[in-house]
């Protein structure tokens, strides 16, 4: 009986050393799931979340690098506008989306700077999202309705000392409604700020004379500008923009305090692998070569920058520090 049962325990203790060889051999022939991902991605449509208005300067980026990506992977790259709440609604919709590389969010900094200190609660955690690339900058555009009969960047602050100002923005939490407490904070003028849903129905209320004027997205002011249906004040960068050389910036006008520029780029689920985060990445980054989509860039007034990683996160980290800093200054809130 003792010889039996030690047969018996002889015979299993193999088979367990089988049975766990084998699970071995077979988790080794396994290939790494996230590596596996990332090698066949795309293999099916991908969604761009285009976080603003379809004809928008983050529209027209998503559009242009979604038609490269297209014609390089021979996958469709999808723009599907989901807009509102200054980016939130857009954002929010990527942050609940599985983490596969098949939903990308196009945006605005200022949905991670701006809004999480202007809304009462936010619908997802700037963690909830990453940074795969800033594609650009872009500088704002001082302008107003000729009649009122400003022209220059010190009358328009006179008359909001004086009177106050009318300004529209593309909404709630977007760079124009922060550019209108930047300028009360700096100056003293006094501003009704008015949001639109976008930065088109914007310049629209400003031609109307429904608002004496804004610091809108140059994107939507060029052609009215070249028009002549738009005064152009200043420009809020350090230098002047190149497609509008005859208007001063701000820092040449003395008025540094001024400065303020909006960052053009994706994000995706932070819990995305990081083998596949890097293949988007290269996606991006051979798209970014590609001359036609660079030069509608250039036109559309969407200076390239190409960060990438932690040099992304970390322009964004320090837009989100001076905004706050701002924000504890002016009560920067909900109207």
Known sequence: MTCLTAHRRSLLHTSLALLLGCSALAAHAQPDAPAAAAASWPSK?????????PGGAVDI?????????QRETRQPFVVENRTGAGGNIGAD???????????????????FTVNPLIYKSMPFRNSDLRPV????S???????????GIRTLEQFIARGKDKGLTLGSAGYGTPGHLAASILTHATGAKVNHVPYKGNAPAALAMLSGEVDGGVISSTAM????????ITPLAVTTAKRNPLLPNVPSVDELGRKELQQEVLFAAWVPASM???????????????????????RMRVNDMAYEGLTGDAAAQRIQALADRYRSLAQATGLKME
């Not at 500088?139 to 107003?144: A, E």
């Open 222 to 229: 060029l052609s009215h500008v070249a028009a002549g249906k």
């Open 93 to 111: 919709n990527v942050a609940k989306s599985p983490a596969d590389g098949y939903s990308i969010l196009f945006g605005l900094d200022t949905t």
């Open 133 to 136: 690339m800033v594609f650009a």
């Open 45 to 53: 449509p991908v969604r761009l979340v285009a976080a603003f208005p």
């Open 61 to 69: 980026l998503a559009r242009g690098v979604g038609e490269v990506l």
């Open 273 to 295: 692998p990081e083998p596949l985060v890097q293949k988007i990445q290269a996606g991006f980054e051979k798209a970014m070569k590609d001359g036609a989509l660079r030069e």
């Open 138 to 148: 872009q500088g704002m555009l001082v302008s107003v309705n000729p009649q009122t």
